[in-house]
């Protein structure tokens, strides 16, 4: 890594980094083995990014990285250096809800909720490259996403509906 | 007039949907308070060991650390949530019994410092020989878990009902199977976590909890302090599924830490550790015989049982009763008998998992009924239908059946997965199965003994009747209960859902509730806020009556408008009679609580699977066996259900689906597996392998007319139902398409595999 760290007194060494999460710019100083999940949850209070697993099985902690969903729980904060970040908190505009979040609501696709933040991000990323995705690509787009409650029947349902939505707007 | 509802049974959004959309909802390990400090447990990396010592003096070094904690720091006072058997303690004493059992915990300022202060805890033990199978448990010289249960018998129940031998006796056909079930686990996707503020002899927990009420009980319980001294809070909880439902070390260590340092201290399990903590399935091994007569006609029935219970009780005494109890409901027959045996294991505690206790069995007997259908050479739905009870019955256990539609249930699941078309007519390869369920829409009688009422609710209107907020003990883990008694209450009270606000399951300001268990929310918890809404009507009837001048029993409430019978038009504003109200007399509040009438029988155990209405369904699958490899490809299941009066469609069916899934993952996947030393193999929930999207097949939730005469408005529950015949129907499909019979779960694909090449060579020896 050619990024520059400081050492503290007990010889840890540590990186300042710059992330772009939901628009806005921030600073921190991290250590190398720093996970993004725990800078977005604990640095920044972003605790609609949740944590299931730590392993990378779940989903809960997915986000958008330069536009791909990643989860953040296998992401070093060193490598969202520079990089632009979209959580869950970034997709509503103001009080506008994004469609794929109204769409959630309205199809009763929200059971626990604890997935829900994840499942959204990686909606989020399957209609930004496909805005007119199959069942199947659905079903494939959230393979990484686990949820316990809904059998993913409603979350199948409503990312379908949001796409249809979406694919009536000017886009 | 029936259906002539404002409120219940529409598909309305859920009350907490956008918060959980915007990540907005906070859950307890999302939360936050001033000099908090973080603690872990140390667990046991044996199976079976006595402590000789714990050294905990380098780990008190560690900069950052500011407790650790032993046996020695805490009550040594047992308990668990099961009263008949308290057997666990904060942390070991003389010996630790599964590889994750509890034995110092430590609190530092970060997450970092916790794990090196973990590591530097020095424990010696003995370590000794350790049992990990129920059947070895029993065995005379086997390792003894519990100095006070000889034999490693946790529990055992023996119940006879009728005449069973006689009804063999005089039996067509009589035959006996066994299957053995697994270990699984709820992996709800949140991961318990608890944050205890001991502050000036006032304990406050916010916790990820099915019952606020049951862990307020048991912490007070244990620590000595009054009831009103603690304080449980729910937050938004991320599953449950009966995992949830008692309190853990997080909760008692967590206390004791809080109170050794004067700060807030936030606890929690990582993945592996809840798989640790268990209170997951039993695994059962089911021995069931049963008597017929030459029309198929069912006798007698014997289930002899074995369970493994693991290192401690846990909720294992109810599971045990519930796992015989519970047969007899979907058919009627005279003569039974139930033999169950709970062994303790030296392998982590199981618990109630959704469907408490019955859906092994329900596998075993609903492939076992398939089997005696064969042997008469009887389709075996058509066995099912001859045998389905009715309405306005009693069970040879004592348990009185209101409504019953599994007929009605069993018709239209034939007819709408197009079963006569399919059942043995399907293509190689394809099969189609079946099996139907039941279960208790609430539990009679609560885990310990207590005379409260099992559900409670308050009605406050606002001031000037532009809101009202429901304040109710009943738990919301996901499953949906603030919306749906959100709107029950505005029904009752002829009010709107959106201007309903919610307060629940927050012991200090919500009235009291057992919660989120045994499925009981939606007739219990409704029951209480149905009174006190009708409580709220009914005062505001009476200003209404004096400010137009008529009598009260002339007027009725809907959707906030308050008008008189005979001439609707003449009408008032719910908001300004509320206002006047106010002015007049003070807070609008309404009350309501529900008691179940007394039920059941005398005999030991009587209590367990009581309850005021019972849901029933018949489940239908169809799947593609691959011949070479075994694997198991669902490609449509087809649930119809009985469950009252629905209060939300939406919501409803949501449990079916996510009932359905859990079942088909406990079906073909999903097993706890240990290695020889005890310690958990597949520990994550990658390998433990819960079901992805791409593992759902189509799935058509349906439902049959019924209405419960015990319960608010007709209703009964549907949450557990639907994960109880899923196991056997899938079983029955796998035999319809290949002809092989898998005797245990899950049925994987190797033990398809297995079977079809036994199969095979059976047939070239012919």
Request: with cysteine; glycine share 10%; charged share 25%.
């Amino acid at each position: 890594m050619s990024m520059e760290a400081i050492t503290d007194k007990h010889g840890v060494k540590r990186y300042l980094i710059t992330l772009n999460v939901n628009g806005d710019s921030y600073t921190k100083v991290v250590k190398g083995n720093t996970v993004l999940v725990n800078v977005l949850r604990d640095d920044l209070d972003l605790t609609g990014t949740k944590k299931g697993c730590e392993l990378g099985d779940c989903g809960s902690c997915t986000v958008l990285m330069d536009g791909k969903p990643v989860n953040s729980c296998l992401v070093l904060a060193v490598e969202a250096d520079g990089r632009e970040i979209t959580t869950i908190e970034g997709l509503a505009q103001h009080e506008q809800l994004d469609r794929l979040q109204d769409s959630f609501v309205n199809h009763a696709a929200v059971q626990c909720g604890y997935c829900t933040p994840g499942m959204i991000m990686s909606a989020k990323a399957l209609l930004s490259k496909n805005p007119d995705p199959t069942e199947q690509e659905v079903r494939e787009a959230i393979a990484g996403n686990l949820c316990r409650c809904t059998g993913y029947v409603n979350i199948v349902k409503a990312v379908l509906a949001a796409a249809k939505a979406e694919g009536g707007a000017a886009r | 007039m029936s259906d002539n509802y404002a409120v219940i049974g529409k598909n309305l959004p859920k009350i907490d949907g956008r918060v959980k959309v915007t990540g907005q909802a906070k859950y307890t390990g999302d939360l936050k308070f001033p000099n908090m400090l973080v603690g872990k447990i140390l667990t046991s990396p044996h199976a079976h060991a006595r402590i000789l010592s714990i050294d905990t003096a380098e780990a008190e070094k560690l900069p950052g650390v500011k407790a650790v904690i032993t046996h020695e720091d805490v009550p040594g006072l047992k308990y668990g949530i099961s009263p008949a058997r308290w057997d666990e303690n904060i942390f070991c004493i003389d010996k630790v019994r599964f590889v994750g059992d509890k034995v110092a915990a430590v609190a530092a300022i970060d997450e970092e410092t916790v794990y090196k202060a973990l590591k530097l805890i020095k424990v010696e033990y003995e370590v000794l020989p350790a049992v990990m199978d129920p059947i070895e448990a029993m065995r005379e010289g086997a390792p003894q878990i519990h100095d006070e249960y000889p034999g490693n018998i946790n529990t055992e129940v023996h119940q006879s009902f009728g005449d069973v031998e006689q009804a063999f006796a005089e039996a067509y056909h009589v035959r006996t199977d066994q299957f053995i079930g697994q270990r699984t686990y709820q992996s709800p996707i949140e991961p318990h976590s608890a944050i205890s503020i001991w502050e000036g002899g006032k304990l406050t927990v916010y916790t990820s909890t099915q019952s606020p009420h049951y862990f307020q009980y048991y912490i007070a319980r244990e620590f000595g302090l009054k009831m009103g001294d603690v304080r449980v809070i729910k937050t938004y909880v991320g599953g449950g599924f009966g995992g949830k439902l008692e309190p853990t070390g997080l909760e008692f260590a967590g206390a004791v830490l809080s109170r050794i340092t004067g700060r807030p201290v936030k606890m929690f399990y990582d993945r592996h550790e809840m798989f640790a903590h268990n209170r997951g399935r039993h695994k059962q091994i089911m021995k069931v015989t049963t008597g017929v007569d030459k029309n198929g006609k069912i006798l007698g029935v014997h289930a002899d049982f074995i369970m493994d219970g693991g290192a401690y009780t846990s909720l294992g005494i109810a599971t045990a009763y519930y796992a015989g109890a519970m047969l007899p409901l979907t058919y009627e027959f005279d003569n039974y008998k139930f033999d169950m045996l709970r062994v303790y294991t030296n392998l982590p505690a199981c618990g109630a998992q959704r469907g408490h206790g019955a859906p092994q069995p329900r596998y075993a007997f609903e492939c076992h009924l398939d089997m005696v259908a064969g042997d008469l050479g009887m389709d075996p739905m058509e066995l099912r239908l001859r045998n389905a009870r009715q309405p306005n019955t009693v069970t040879p256990n004592a348990f009185q059946v209101n409504s019953c539609e599994l007929k009605a249930c069993i018709e239209k699941g034939v007819e709408i997965s197009g079963w006569k078309d399919k059942r043995g007519k399907l293509p190689p390869g394809r099969g189609i199965g079946g099996a139907v369920g039941s279960f208790v829409s609430g539990a009679g009688y609560p885990i310990y003994r207590t005379n409260l009422p099992h559900a409670a609710a308050i009605i406050k209107v606002h001031e000037d009747g532009t809101a009202a907020t429901l304040y109710t003990g009943a738990t919301d883990i996901g499953q949906g209960s603030d919306t749906i008694l959100c709107q029950m209450a505005a029904e009752a009270m002829g009010y709107n859902y959106e201007n309903m606000k919610i307060v629940s399951a927050d012991t200090e300001t919500t009235p009291h509730d057992f919660g989120a268990y045994a499925s009981r929310q939606t007739l219990m918890s409704g029951a209480a806020v149905k009174q006190a809404g009708e409580e709220v009507k009914a005062q505001l009837l009476e200003i209404a009556a004096e400010m137009m001048d008529v009598a009260a029993e002339d007027l009725d409430c809907r959707e906030a408008w308050i008008y008189r019978k005979a001439n609707p038009d003449e009408r008032k504003p719910f908001t300004e009679v509320a206002r006047e109200f106010f002015v007049r007399r003070g807070p609008l509040v309404g009350r309501g609580s529900y008691t179940p009438p007394k039920l059941g029988g005398t005999f030991k155990g009587a209590p367990v699977g009581t309850s005021p209405a019972y849901s029933f369904c018949t489940q239908i699958s169809e799947v593609e066996i691959d011949e070479e490899t075994g694997e198991v490809d669902v490609k449509e299941v087809w649930d119809v259900h009985d469950c009252g009066k629905v209060i939300n469609p939406a919501l409803l069916h949501g449990q079916v689906h996510g009932a359905l899934y859990m079942g088909m993952g406990e079906s073909i996947w999903e097993e706890v597996v240990f290695d020889d030393k005890g310690k958990i193999v597949n520990g994550n929930l990658g390998e433990y392998r819960l079901p992805t999207a791409l593992d759902m097949p189509k799935i058509t939730s349906e439902l049959v007319d019924s209405v419960e005469p015990a319960a608010p408005w007709g209703v009964k529950e549907v949450g557990e139902g639907a994960t109880i015949p899923t196991m056997g129907c899938f079983a029955n499909a796998i035999y319809d398409a290949m002809g092989v019979r898998i005797h245990s779960l899950p049925l994987s694909y190797e033990k398809v595999w297995r079977a079809l090449k036994d199969k095979r060579k059976k047939e070239e020896k012919k």
